[in-house]
């Protein structure tokens, strides 16, 4: 597609419930990458994909969310039971590819809200 | 010492004057320097990269980097109430240099 495109752009969950977010990134593009934005906080790393493999998941907080990506295109990050702490933005980005000096396209961002 | 460090302000300055936004990273071996620009409710949109040091010039905005003193910069002349937003500097630094460590962002307030 000609940007990268997240879904749902707002997701409201009850405590204790698992989502799902999708990011579909740019075509050819063979990085992509998860970010979160709490309020007033900046860019937290979570993971990235080169392909299907993720080399570096360091920044996924807990045990409770993962991560895949399929076809070396759509990746789905998803949270189990949801605490109210992952209320955030959740981010995507893509590159061409990694190990460059290519910046980050962004999505729009999925807006988490934990009640 | 965090990663990469930016006050996180606000910088307010006049319509039509510059604006000088600052970052510092901790990685000497960092290898690549992005600035990003967010608009409230919006996501981040890359707006300069540097590698060398030296300065970058793209339009209104100037992007400085100096990695003796681990200390990139960017302007931006003739500043307008559109430019008003929250500037994000993101360094690929040597270790985990996969992915970029972000700036908490300074924000810029640009008044007619």
């Known amino acids: 597609g000609a940007g990268v495109s997240q879904s749902p752009s707002n997701k409201v969950t009850e405590k204790g419930k698992d989502v799902e977010l999708r990011c579909d990134p740019i075509?050819?593009?063979?990085?992509l990458y998860w970010y979160r934005q709490s309020l007033g906080q900046g860019l937290e790393f979570l993971i990235y994909?080169?392909?299907?493999?993720?080399?570096?998941k360091s920044g996924l907080p807990s045990d409770r969310f993962s991560a895949e990506r399929t076809g070396g295109s759509v990746s789905t990050l998803t949270i189990q039971r949801t605490q109210q702490e992952d209320s955030a933005v959740y981010l995507c980005?893509?590159?061409?590819?990694?190990?460059?000096?290519?910046?980050?396209?962004f999505g729009s961002g999925t807006r988490l809200t934990v009640v | 010492q965090k990663e990469v460090e930016q006050n996180s302000g606000p910088l307010s300055v006049p319509e039509g004057a510059i604006a000088s936004l600052n970052c510092t990273y901790s990685d000497r071996g960092s290898q690549s320097f992005f600035w990003y620009r967010q608009y409230s409710g919006k996501s981040p949109e890359l707006i300069m990269s540097?590698?060398?040091?030296g300065d970058k010039e793209d339009g209104r905005f100037t992007a400085q980097l100096n990695k003796a003193s681990q200390y990139v910069s960017l302007l931006i002349r003739d500043s307008q109430p559109s430019d008003s937003a929250t500037y994000l500097c993101a360094v690929r630094m040597n270790t985990g240099f996969q992915k970029l460590v972000f700036g908490t962002g300074t924000r810029l307030l640009v008044s007619p």
């Open positions: 540097i590698y060398s040091n």
């Open positions: 994909f080169q392909g299907n493999s993720a080399p570096d």
């Open positions: 980005a893509s590159s061409l590819t990694i190990g460059t000096n290519y910046g980050y396209t």
């Open positions: 075509s050819g593009h063979t990085a």
